[in-house]
């Protein structure tokens, strides 16, 4: 059964930063193209983030630039580094194998910016 569980979410002033961790069990990280993705209210989901098992990344465009994503194979860990936050990137945040698998979400973790 694989558990995905993030963390580190919270409050954050416009441009402040915040760390973003999605530990896994039941599932290695490293063999496993694994994205982050956000739900902001009354928007649809979207991928923010995506690394490939060759630690390729990408992008949405929004976050480009301010964002990066990363993994610690050994601790079976994704990570997401957020900088120069916006309001507009308050959002619960979750991570999931890329493409989505439907059994894999997690409760998320609540990111909110301030302006």
């Known amino acids: 059964q694989v558990e995905l569980v993030e963390s580190g979410g919270g409050l954050v002033q416009a441009g402040g930063s915040l760390r973003l961790s999605c530990a896994a069990s039941?599932?290695?990280?490293?063999?496993?193209?694994m994205g982050w993705y956000r739900q902001a209210p009354g928007k649809q989901r979207e991928l923010v983030a995506a690394i490939s098992s060759g630690g390729a990344t990408n992008y949405a465009g929004s976050v480009k630039g301010r964002f990066g994503i990363s993994r610690d194979n050994a601790k079976n860990t994704i990570y997401l580094q957020m900088n120069n936050l916006k309001p507009e990137d308050t959002a619960v945040y979750y991570c999931n194998n890329y493409p989505i698998h439907r059994d894999y979400w997690g409760q998320g973790t609540q990111v909110t910016v301030s302006s």
């Open positions: 039941g599932i290695i990280l490293s063999i496993n193209a």
